[in-house]
Every structure is written in structure tokens, then in C-alpha cells.
């Protein structure tokens, strides 16, 4: 019997471009880490590191240092004797990230609706006006960018680095849970509570932009809640 041909498998990693020899492990750590966040490594699956290498096109010891610096993160878990694995996603983890991120993005739309230029509120709109064209074309991975990007530019456009940092920590925890969440209705009704945020913020209304902001971030709990449930083998509850 003919053993599989190991550059076959995990197709949804490109080989790597031709670099400096430094930024390999760099590159090899972004892939793989794009790979658990956009869950085509699956929960709990494990990872075959030499398919990883041939696919890539590199030696072992990138691989085997990118997924050492994914455990740190809490992505993947090094078995001894046994190999490395996706992590489950941990309901808990994820709720207490979202906890820290409404916080701050509650304190982002306050601020933001006093002190917004009129230039960031037209690349707003225009972010909005994309993600309505992106929920009519049914294209989840072009939504889920603008999403990110309409709220990347309220934090950036006050000019809060390490706000904007903590943020960015705060939604990489949760990016994996966040994808299950991806279907129609859950973008439309994204683009509804993000409509309602730019009205806060255009009527220069500090308290209407936090509670929306709130309103926005507690349903995404809410769903997150519900697809737990319905997904016992992709989340953990301990």
C-alpha cells in the first residue's frame, strides 16, 4: 500500500515565500497560528508535524518552535510522548476575555463619540457601507476583516496604544470562538448593532455609544453562550 503523500495534506497552508533565512520561524508561526484561529486545524485535532514541514517546505525545527510559542498562547498543548494538539476552546477563558474587551471598547465609544474627526466618521461609514455589501454577497471572511476594522479605527483614531494592545490581546483569545458564530443572520444583526453605534457616535452622544457598544458585545456573548452548547466537541467547560 502507497503511503500518503504528506504534501498533500493540510492544503490550506501555503508554502512559504523565499526570505531571509531569519524570518522562517516567523512566518511559519503566523501560518499556524492563522490555521487554529480560522479553525482549519480543528479543536482538539492533532498536528502532524513532518505533513506541516513538507507542506511548508521547511525543517523540523521551525514547526516544532511556532507551536511551542502557540502553547504559550493557550492554541495548542504539547503532549508528552503523544504529539501536539489544537487546544478546545475553554468557555470560561473566552467570557472573561470578552469581559476585559467590553470594558475597554465601552470606554472607546464614550470617548470616541466627543472626540471623532469628521474624516474617521466618513471611513466609518464607508466601513459600514462595505459590510453591507459583504452581508448581501455573503462573503463571512470579507465581513469578519471589515469588522475588525470598524472597530480597529475607533481605537486607533483616539491614538491609545495600549489600549488599542490589550484590545488586540483580548480578541485574539477569541477569534476561534468568534468564527463559529459566522452566518448570516449573526451578520446581519452585527451590521444592525454596528449601525447603531455609528449613530451614537455621529449625534456626538457619549452614553447612547457605550450603550450600544455594551448591546453589541453582550450579544456576542450571548452567542457564544449558545454555540457552546450545540458544539460539546470544540468547547471545553472547566
Same mark, same amino acid.
Given at each position: 500500500? %502507497?503511503?500518503?503523500?504528506?504534501?498533500?495534506?493540510?492544503?490550506?497552508?501555503?508554502?512559504?515565500? !523565499?526570505?531571509?533565512?531569519?524570518?522562517?520561524?516567523?512566518?511559519?508561526?503566523?501560518?499556524?497560528?492563522?490555521?487554529?484561529?480560522?479553525?482549519?486545524?480543528?479543536?482538539?485535532?492533532?498536528?502532524?508535524?513532518?505533513?506541516?514541514?513538507?507542506?511548508?517546505?521547511?525543517?523540523?525545527?521551525?514547526?516544532?518552535?511556532?507551536?511551542?510559542?502557540?502553547?504559550?498562547?493557550?492554541?495548542?498543548?504539547?503532549?508528552? %510522548?503523544?504529539?501536539?494538539?489544537?487546544?478546545?476552546?475553554?468557555?470560561?477563558?473566552?467570557?472573561?476575555?470578552?469581559?476585559?474587551?467590553?470594558?475597554?471598547?465601552?470606554?472607546?465609544?464614550?470617548?470616541?463619540?466627543?472626540?471623532?474627526? #469628521?474624516?474617521?466618521?466618513?471611513?466609518?461609514?464607508?466601513?459600514?457601507?462595505? %459590510?453591507?455589501?459583504?452581508?448581501?454577497?455573503?462573503?463571512?471572511?470579507?465581513?469578519?476583516? $471589515?469588522?475588525?476594522?470598524?472597530?480597529?479605527?475607533?481605537?486607533?483614531?483616539?491614538?491609545? #496604544?495600549?489600549?488599542?494592545?490589550?484590545?488586540?490581546?483580548?480578541?485574539?483569545?477569541?477569534? =476561534?470562538?468568534?468564527?463559529? $458564530?459566522?452566518? #448570516?443572520?449573526?451578520?446581519?444583526?452585527?451590521?444592525?448593532?454596528?449601525?447603531?453605534?455609528? !449613530?451614537?457616535?455621529?449625534?456626538?452622544?457619549?452614553?447612547?455609544?457605550? =450603550?450600544?457598544?455594551?448591546?453589541?458585545?453582550?450579544?456576542?456573548?450571548?452567542?457564544?453562550?449558545?454555540?457552546?452548547?450545540?458544539?460539546?466537541?470544540?468547547?471545553?467547560?472547566?
Amino acid at each position: 500500500m %502507497q503511503a500518503p503523500d504528506k504534501n498533500r495534506k493540510y492544503m490550506f497552508l501555503a508554502r512559504l515565500e !523565499h526570505r531571509p533565512r531569519g524570518s522562517t520561524l516567523e512566518q511559519v508561526e503566523q501560518s499556524l497560528r492563522t490555521a487554529v484561529l480560522s479553525l482549519d486545524f480543528a479543536p482538539g485535532e492533532f498536528i502532524d508535524k513532518r505533513a506541516v514541514c513538507a507542506r511548508l517546505g521547511v525543517s523540523m525545527f521551525p514547526v516544532s518552535e511556532a507551536l511551542a510559542r502557540l502553547a504559550v498562547e493557550g492554541l495548542v498543548e504539547v503532549l508528552p %510522548q503523544r504529539g501536539t494538539h489544537v487546544t478546545r476552546i475553554r468557555l470560561p477563558v473566552i467570557k472573561e476575555f470578552m469581559l476585559i474587551r467590553q470594558a475597554l471598547e465601552e470606554l472607546v465609544a464614550a470617548t470616541a463619540a466627543q472626540r471623532l474627526s #469628521p474624516s474617521t466618521l466618513d471611513v466609518l461609514r464607508d466601513n459600514l457601507q462595505a %459590510q453591507e455589501h459583504a452581508v448581501a454577497r455573503k462573503d463571512p471572511s470579507e465581513f469578519h476583516s $471589515l469588522d475588525v476594522v470598524f472597530h480597529n479605527t475607533l481605537v486607533e483614531s483616539l491614538e491609545l #496604544p495600549r489600549i488599542a494592545a490589550m484590545i488586540a490581546v483580548s480578541r485574539a483569545n477569541v477569534d =476561534r470562538a468568534r468564527r463559529l $458564530l459566522s452566518s #448570516p443572520r449573526r451578520h446581519m444583526a452585527t451590521l444592525i448593532e454596528h449601525r447603531e453605534v455609528l !449613530h451614537s457616535l455621529e449625534a456626538r452622544d457619549a452614553e447612547a455609544a457605550r =450603550r450600544a457598544m455594551k448591546t453589541h458585545l453582550e450579544a456576542v456573548i450571548e452567542e457564544l453562550e449558545r454555540v457552546s452548547g450545540q458544539n460539546p466537541e470544540i468547547f471545553t467547560p472547566e
